[in-house]
């Protein structure tokens, strides 16, 4: 069964750091590109960030460039999104994704994992 | 970046009835060489992840009902009920993948029994 599995949110003050990640398997991890999209509470998707599958091409959405990091370890199977300088709108659950593309980025998001909670708060 | 705007923002329909939701892209995601669609379709139920439905815009996922239907060309989309059942109250989104890694998802309707 293909599955990823999100972990490693909770609650952060204004300016902190969490990193997050998620553990795929059913699947040949490191043939695939890999997402992070986010949802604040009661809100719509927002995509956050692209990796292709051996990590040549990245992409972060402008409300998080420059403060999120995304890196992947194909020998363990595993994404990563480092947030730093967080702030009260990246309140958010956090889904893995993966995408239909390889060496780049590309397609429709399947499957989602279940999502992991960070919550930005003093 | 392309906007992708959805209405209605919710509607109700009775059990067994169509439902119909629109969406749309500020520029078209039809590609001319091999003319297909880079548009998808999710359904999110209260505390779960999204579901792919369609892509290709008009493209059923494996296993997802027939009663999903995807329609509509460039910049005008629609995701088609056919006879609404109570487990597909959720929330419908839209996706555009045409300009990758710019990924732009619609605001979202929901669809809920009347």
């Known amino acids: 069964e293909v599955q990823l599995v999100e972990s490693g949110g909770g609650l952060v003050k204004p300016g902190g750091s969490l990193r997050l990640s998620c553990a795929a398997s059913?699947?040949?991890?490191?043939?695939?590109?890999m997402n992070w999209v986010r949802q604040a509470p009661g809100k719509g998707l927002e995509w956050v960030s692209s990796?292709?599958?051996?990590?040549?091409?990245?992409y972060y959405a402008d409300s998080v460039k420059g403060r999120f990091t995304i890196s992947r370890d194909n020998a363990k199977n595993s994404l990563y999104l480092q947030m730093n300088s967080l702030r009260a709108e990246d309140t958010a659950v956090y889904y893995c994704?993966?995408?239909?593309?390889?060496?780049?980025?590309?397609?429709?998001?399947?499957?989602w994992g279940q999502g992991t909670l960070v919550t930005v708060s003093s | 970046d392309i906007v992708m705007t959805q209405s209605p923002d919710s509607l109700a329909v009775s059990l067994g009835e169509r439902a119909t939701i629109n969406c749309k892209s500020s520029?078209?995601?039809?590609?001319?060489?091999?003319?297909?669609?880079?548009l998808a379709w999710y359904q999110q139920k209260p505390g779960q992840p999204p579901k792919l439905l369609i892509y290709w815009a008009s493209t059923r996922e494996s296993g997802v009902p027939d009663r999903f239907s995807g329609s509509g060309s460039g910049t005008d989309f629609t995701l088609t009920i056919s006879s609404l059942q109570a487990e597909d109250v959720a929330v419908y989104y839209c996706q555009q993948y045409y300009s990758t890694p710019l990924f732009t998802f619609g605001p979202g309707t929901k669809v809920d029994i009347k």
């Open positions: 059913g699947f040949t991890f490191s043939s695939y590109s």
């Open positions: 994704a993966r995408d239909q593309g390889s060496v780049l980025p590309w397609g429709w998001f399947d499957p």
């Open positions: 990796i292709s599958s051996s990590s040549s091409y990245i």
């Open positions: 520029q078209s995601v039809l590609y001319s060489s091999n003319n297909k669609n880079y």
